[in-house]
């Protein structure tokens, strides 16, 4: 069954790095994409980082070079590496699995429970 359970959050100052980690499930990863959301209050969730079951990996423009999305199959876990941390990237992140096509999600999304992550200037 599909598995997503977040911890890492917390907060950092500008300039900074945090990881965060998603233990998921085989069954989770084989069958689908995976990636990671965030969401602020009052705005939609918007991916972060995602990739797809060939390994492919995509960012939003606002992120890329400073953020790297990785699967560890051995251990079932995802990260999201967050280094030079920006006042911005102040939301709650939600590890997700669901089907994918290329950057396109669609279809049933499952989500974790979130990690709230803050960065201060």
């Known amino acids: 069954q599909v598995q997503l359970v977040e911890s890492g959050g917390g907060s950092e100052q500008a300039g900074g790095s945090l990881r965060l980690s998603c233990a998921t499930s085989?069954?989770?990863?084989?069958?689908?994409?995976m990636g990671w959301f965030r969401q602020v209050p009052g705005k939609e969730r918007e991916k972060v980082a995602g990739i797809d079951k060939d390994g492919t990996t995509r960012y939003r423009d606002s992120v890329k070079g400073r953020f790297i999305i990785s699967l560890d199959k051995a251990k079932n876990t995802l990260y999201l590496q967050m280094n030079s941390l920006k006042p911005e990237d102040t939301a709650m992140y939600y590890c997700?699995?669901?089907?994918?096509?290329?950057?396109?999600?669609?279809?049933?999304?499952?989500w974790g429970q979130g990690t709230q992550v803050s960065v201060s200037s």
């Open positions: 085989t069954y989770t990863w084989v069958t689908y994409c």
């Open positions: 997700a699995a669901g089907p994918c096509s290329g950057a396109n999600w669609f279809g049933n999304i499952y």
